[in-house]
């Protein structure tokens, strides 16, 4: 049974820092380049930022710069570090598996909320 078990998602002033973490069971972790996603009321959910097993890595626009992504490979776990937080960075964050060579193979975890407020 696959799961992916988001954490860390906060309520956070504009400009300060959070950290998400997303532990992965069932899948053999090198076989998967894993992802963070993010969905804001009303609007698609958009790519984040993905990382291989390798380490390379895959930010949209909008974080560079502001976000890092990073794997544990011993842990099977995948980070999302944020820096400079903006409100318009509020949204469900969902962290994501997807098979290197199988598109059968794309697994979601729940969603883990991010608010950016004063």
């Known amino acids: 049974q696959v799961q992916l078990v988001e954490s860390g998602g906060d309520l956070v002033q504009p400009g300060g820092s959070l950290g998400l973490s997303c532990a992965a069971s069932?899948?053999?972790?090198?076989?998967?380049?894993m992802g963070w996603y993010r969905q804001a009321p009303g609007k698609q959910r958009e790519l984040v930022a993905t990382?291989?097993?390798?380490?390379?890595?895959n930010y949209v626009d909008s974080v560079k710069g502001r976000f890092t992504i990073s794997r544990d490979n011993a842990k099977n776990t995948v980070y999302l570090q944020m820096e400079s937080l903006k409100p318009e960075d509020t949204a469900v964050y969902y962290c994501?598996?997807?098979?290197?060579?199988?598109?059968?193979?794309?697994?979601w975890g729940q969603g883990t909320q991010v608010t950016v407020s004063s």
């Open positions: 994501n598996a997807k098979h290197i060579a199988s598109r059968l193979f794309n697994y």
């Open positions: 069932g899948i053999i972790f090198s076989n998967y380049v």
């Open positions: 990382i291989t097993y390798g380490g390379g890595t």
